[in-house]
């Protein structure tokens, strides 16, 4: 049982870290993609925002898949196609043929998040204790690789194709020999609150949906608007206007790393509390930043507070919802694309009416609402090993097929 246990826990781990480096290569390579197709600054935002929109599809898509398809098989084979569509994205030179396959990734990616989440929860609750950070560390470690590896074509002005083939080539079989070890939960008897109808799902859900959206725009608001903060509002160079986003991102990959030993002392709750009130400090103080080195700072803080938001909202809803822990992943996997969506564009909005000091209030005030919400992170016993061992009916997501 433990060797499998193990094969399972570090295939998925390696899944979440390919899918953290293809995204960093599309996100962080838009600019090249612009130049490449001839996309207007007007039309940007319809191909930037259709990415998300249609990984809500794919997430909707799959809750309904797993009802008849195990989720493993459902990431065994959307990770490819995601990787394929990157491709795409750079060896196209027609605009319809950016938009197939932006369309193509958008739908994979939706699926491919989904379902890597359902089998994160379902393996948390086989092992008893909290590692969901662990995955989410894996998926920040693939983004700092690929925006790294974008750097390197950007630098050296390659043609995307070439930037993105290498990768691809090496990814996917790797990807497709690691899901032989894909661990997959037993169904498991509806939860009782599930069988109440989706109002009563919906209705539990919704403070978790809310923390993910949240937990998103001030995401989103690091990744798209730290260099043009850096650069407009605090002055700095060019090339250190690059350097909040890698901050972020290492920062981001430590507080993963060490918060599921946090989550096993402290507490689900008390970790989310903790990452709340220091996203929300990071927030101020790039508000109030007198110069580009303490805005770093704040973007330090950010990394270290929003990390541990996402991956503990869904391990929440795998606890709500015992029975129905996919149902609950993958609806709440929208919420994700709800954020990216809301949070670029608000920012943007608000810097232009007003100011960008003003505008990063926005996103900090949001991140302290998680606050109210924290008690949904502790709705049965939060704590997982040493002398707080849940038993397993009580755990996060199903228990392990054949385990």
Known sequence: MTDVLRRGRASLAFGFFAQGAAFALLVTRIPAIQDRYGISDALLPVFLAAVPILAGVGSVTTEQLVKRVRPSRLLRWSQPVVLLALLGVGA?????????????????????????????????????????LSFHAAYSLGGIV???????????????????????????????????????????PVAEEAGAGGAVVFRLLLPLCLVMTFAYIGDSTVSNWSAKYLKDVLGSSEQLATVPYNVYMVTTLVGRAIGDLGVRR???AAVVRLGALVAAGGFAVVSV???????????????????????QTFAAAGRLFPGASDAAVA??????????????????????????????????????????????????PDRYGGGHE???????GRGSNGL
Request: net charge positive.
């Open 92 to 132: 196209g030179g027609q605009l319809a043929e950016l938009a197939l396959a932006l369309g193509v990734f958008g739908l994979a990616v939706g699926a491919l998040d989904a379902s890597m989440n359902m089998l994160g929860v379902s393996l948390q609750r086989t092992y008893g204790r909290s590692i969901m």
């Open 146 to 188: 690929g925006a790294s590896l974008a750097w390197v074509g950007a630098h050296w002005q390659l043609a995307l194709w070439v930037s993105y083939l290498p990768v691809v080539a090496v990814l996917l079989p790797a990807t497709l020999v690691g899901s032989r070890w894909y661990v997959d939960g037993d169904p498991a």
């Open 266 to 268: 402290f507490g689900a």
């Open 289 to 311: 930043a007198p110069h580009a080195w303490v805005g770093m700072l704040g973007f330090t803080l950010l990394g270290l507070g929003l990390c541990v938001l996402v991956p």
């Open 331 to 380: 609806r709440l996997n929208i919420f994700n694309y709800v954020g990216f969506l809301v949070g670029s564009p608000l920012v943007g909005a608000l810097g232009d009416a007003w100011s960008y000091r003003g505008a990063m209030l926005v996103p900090m005030v949001l991140v302290l609402v998680t606050l109210v919400y924290a008690r949904s992170f502790a709705a049965q």
């Open 390 to 396: 849940r038993p397993r009916t009580a755990d996060v």
